[in-house]
Nanobody
Framework: QLQACGGGLVQTGDSLRLSCIAS????????VGWLRQHPGKERDFVAA????????TYADSNKGRFTISKDKDKTTVDLQLNSLNAEDTAVYYC???????????????WGQGTQVTVSS
């Protein structure tokens, strides 16, 4: 089970830290990712990290502004969002996958989503 939290209303240039708390057995989980969904759009890949924390992957659109992290012995995956702008306004979901992680269809388990709103 996954629970996402940390969203909120911020201003352009501000930062937020999202957390994804995993509970239960992590059997078969290869990676945890963050995806976001703009109104009326599909869920897009933001970032992913392997379960052991050894490999991190980012979408080109946010590389350098967002940082994904996970402590090896913990079951929380964080996403640090810096230099936020209006285009980052979306519902952010964390999800877990036993395989690849670039597309929403590849994920097996989903959290409920957390809203990030950036005002100018």
């Amino acid at each position: 089970q996954l629970q996402a939290c940390g969203g909120g209303l911020v201003q352009t240039g501000d930062s937020l830290r999202l957390s994804c708390i995993a509970s239960g057995r992590a059997f078969g989980i290869v990676a945890v990712g963050w995806l976001r969904q703009h109104p009326g759009k599909e869920r897009d890949f933001v970032a992913a990290i392997t379960w052991d924390g050894g490999k991190k992957t980012y979408a080109d659109s946010n590389k350098g502004r967002f940082t994904i992290s996970k402590d090896k012995d913990k079951t929380t995956v964080d996403l640090q969002l810096n230099s936020l702008n209006a285009e980052d306004t979306a519902v952010y979901y964390c999800a877990a996958t036993g395989g690849s992680y670039y597309y929403a269809a590849e994920y097996d388990y989903w959290g409920q989503g957390t809203q990030v709103t950036v005002s100018s």
